[in-house]
């Protein structure tokens, strides 16, 4: 869980990062609230990487010193008629680079980590997104790998394709369902025809990036473990003849 926490805060600090070296290159005016928001952002963010290194010594450290360096920032910035533009702007591209080498101090490593960064970086693609893919494209996978196998052919069983190039997943499960009546191996009727809800959630998440609310998702859940798990019965049944 550490690891999972940590990728997301990392994502969070190169936002941000990136934010402040974007700010830098308006060279007309110094926006003071977008930086003062990004300051804050990234205060309380390492904050909570903190409370995850608490053996960390050299994070500690490292933490303590951009803790100072944000302080001083605000003050800067709250003062600008002091300290000046061309000033500030050095303390915030020092700021940046110290955030940058951290960055590649706490790097996590591991897909899982790379995949809460994408979603730290795009929220658009939320986590039920990311989960609603992986059971999708897991259940079209085992789907066209039984295809596969058995050697079907969807034009042979009469299958329509709806598709502009292609067989739709729709034409797919309707040939898997005619090909088992085939071999006089019958389906339960609540499998028999998928509702049309989750062809139509399906077809949101997976071409619109429609992000499904939590019971979206467990509806998603259980039908492609329903799927998968009938797909999974019908091989054995067809291998033991």
Known sequence: MDDIELSQFYGVIEKECRKLRELLSN??????????????????TLSKISALKTNDLNFKSRHLS??????????????????????????????ADKLDALLVRIKPKGFLSRLNEFMAKHPQFSENWAVAMVYLGAMEVALNRFFEKFDINLNELGVQKHGVYDYTFADKYFG??????????HI?????????????????????????????????VEYCERVVGLIENAERRLKEG
């Open 188 to 220: 339960p009727k609540l499998e028999m025809e998928l509702p049309k809800i989750f062809y139509s959630i399906r077809n949101k998440v997976v071409h619109e990036g429609y992000s499904p609310s939590d019971r979206d998702l467990e509806f998603i």
């Open 176 to 185: 898997f369902v005619r090909y088992l009546n085939h071999h006089n191996i």
């Open 66 to 95: 951009l803790q100072t360096d944000i302080s001083n920032l605000r003050t800067f910035l709250q003062k600008e008629h002091l300290y000046g533009q061309e000033y500030i702007k050095r303390q915030v591209q020092y700021l």
């Open 27 to 44: 060279e007309n005016k110094l926006e003071k609230e977008a930086f003062l928001n990004s300051l804050n952002i990234i205060e309380s």
